[in-house]
């Protein structure tokens, strides 16, 4: 997959995602993505766009901007980094994410 570099910063990315209606925020668990008291498996979500940012000079400055759709039809932003951030996510996960 070709990276695409629609928005200038990471900011500026969730603020149009959010204006697009992806307002809820997820984060990444050992093995699934949260949501409040919600908890998806990589087979209840899609993901409907992809933002990476590379950092200059800093690799702590790499974060990937994910806007995903549960199955029940929740919309969010999920932003992870690299490195230490993605040690605990488990294989099917990450194979979800770097589709």
Not at 13 to 23: C, E, P, R, V
Not at 67 to 80: F, H, N, P, Q, R
Not at 81 to 95: H, K, V
Request: proline content about 1%.
């Amino acid at each position: 997959m070709k990276s695409t570099f629609h928005y200038a910063t990471v900011t500026d990315a969730i603020n149009i995602l959010k204006q697009q209606g992806f307002t809820t925020d997820f984060n990444l668990a050992e093995n699934h993505i949260k949501c409040d008291a919600a908890a998806y498996s990589a087979e209840e979500f899609e993901i409907l766009d992809v933002y990476r940012y590379e950092g200059n000079s800093d690799p702590a400055d790499e974060a990937t901007v994910y806007a995903i759709v549960s199955t029940e039809g929740v919309k969010g932003i999920l932003v992870t980094g690299y490195g230490d951030n993605s040690d605990s996510i488990s294989a099917q996960l990450l194979a979800k994410l770097h589709y």
